[in-house]
């Protein structure tokens, strides 16, 4: 049996292929489509040789799902460039070239749907303009994200994709505790860990707050690229008999831990998973020693190149000090990781994360840099991908 984790080269992002099921008659599932480039770069070359190797008799490539974690660009844009070369196709009578089952996406309107007319109105005027003055400190793609997360939802609609199958109405958890466990097909079950609806509630409760006290455009994107965003990531644990992988987005630590425990999934406050993408590109931000020391797993992925300080130099010391002697394997990737907003030491974070890997040896712990020209890095726990 199938059941790998690829790591797309996403620069700063996250696009990844869910790999599960027969050796001989592989699923797929797409999780997230990178940042501009991305699609072009990567994405559309590796589905293209997927659907050689393995279209339906109708030519197409099934994807059995295509998820966005969250609305951010360096998760959402390749998956709008997607949408948008199907819609070309279409228009000109052209065969589009996959077949997806269900999209899985929780959009910015959708969150916030228990908005009055009035903030409702201002969350219009905030994603219909992408241009914001540098006093703000709010990028123009965090702005623009919330817009194109709308358009994304509407180009599924007109693809005809079946929205969040089988939810009725936004992917989430209950947080009642009881584990909301979903199949997906054959083996393979997602269980759903955030958000949880009462994540959803206080987060709308918190923006609401802060529109009121000051409903100027500037203001409520710098919220929403504060707390929405990140903090209503779809996480999933994958499950199937050959292993486990926690699936994180650009959620906080506290907030998958709240999940896990109230799926009834830690044991002692602990579990171990047979893969776990670090969530946030490796962000110290989002990340904990205890966590670490608390979830552990075989496997880390961190899709990431540097930019914004990710992966953190930090955020890899964690890891190091959390798991000690055990034996586990780091992929990355990139290996060249440069944050081009900086200049100097400051910039090269590659070697930050390789001192900090040197300064914690541990001879049972490996370290997988994806290689180019090759498109990703990918975790077998089941047969090898060899396609």
């Not at 908005?115 to 540098?134: G, P």
Request: charged share 25%; hydrophobic share 40%; net charge neutral.
């Amino acid at each position: 049996m199938i059941f790998s984790l690829e790591a797309l080269q996403a620069g700063k992002g996250d696009s990844l292929i869910l790999h599960y099921g027969k050796a001989k008659a592989p699923k797929f599932i797409l999780i997230d489509g990178g940042p501009s480039g991305v699609f072009q770069g990567a994405l559309t070359q590796r589905l293209k040789l997927l659907r050689a190797k393995h279209a339906q008799s109708d030519g197409k490539l099934d994807l059995e799902m295509l998820m966005v974690s969250h609305i951010d660009d360096d998760h959402i844009n390749g998956v709008a460039d997607l949408f948008g070369e199907m819609e070309k196709l279409a228009a000109k009578d052209q065969e589009i070239p996959y077949n997806i089952k269900t999209f899985w996406f929780n959009s910015f309107d959708e969150t916030l749907d228990n908005l009055d007319d009035e903030l409702k109105a201002a969350l219009a005027s905030v994603s219909s303009n992408a241009l914001v003055t540098k006093a703000s400190g709010v990028s123009d793609a965090v702005v623009a994200s919330v817009g194109q997360g709308r358009d994304l939802r509407a180009a599924a609609i007109r693809l005809a994709i079946p929205p969040n199958s089988p939810f009725d109405g936004l992917v989430m958890a209950p947080g009642t505790g009881k584990p909301l466990n979903v199949k997906i097909d054959g083996d393979l079950t997602f269980t759903i860990l955030t958000p949880s609806r009462q994540r959803l509630a206080d987060l709308g409760k918190e923006w609401e707050k802060d529109v009121k006290k000051n409903p100027d455009r500037e203001v409520l994107a710098a919220f929403a690229d504060k707390s929405i965003p990140n903090l209503s990531s779809i996480v999933v644990l994958a499950k199937s008999t050959a292993g486990t992988m926690l699936l994180t987005g650009d959620a906080r630590g506290d907030d998958i831990l709240a999940g896990l425990e109230g799926a009834k999934l830690l044991k002692g406050g602990k579990l171990h998973v047979n893969l776990l993408k670090f969530p946030h590109h490796g962000s110290s931000n989002n990340m904990t020693r205890k966590f670490l020391e608390d979830i552990t797993a075989d496997h880390y992925v961190i899709s990431a190149n540097g930019e914004h300080d990710n992966p953190d130099a930090e955020t890899i010391g964690m890891l190091c000090q959390a798991r000690g002697a055990a034996a586990y394997t780091v992929h990355f990737t990139n290996e060249r990781l440069r944050n081009s907003k900086k200049t100097g030491a400051a910039a090269d974070i590659e070697a930050q994360v390789k001192k900090v890997l040197a300064s914690h040896p541990s001879p049972k712990r490996k370290v997988v840099w994806r290689a180019d020209p090759a498109l990703s890095v990918c975790v077998n726990l089941g047969d090898k991908v060899n396609y």
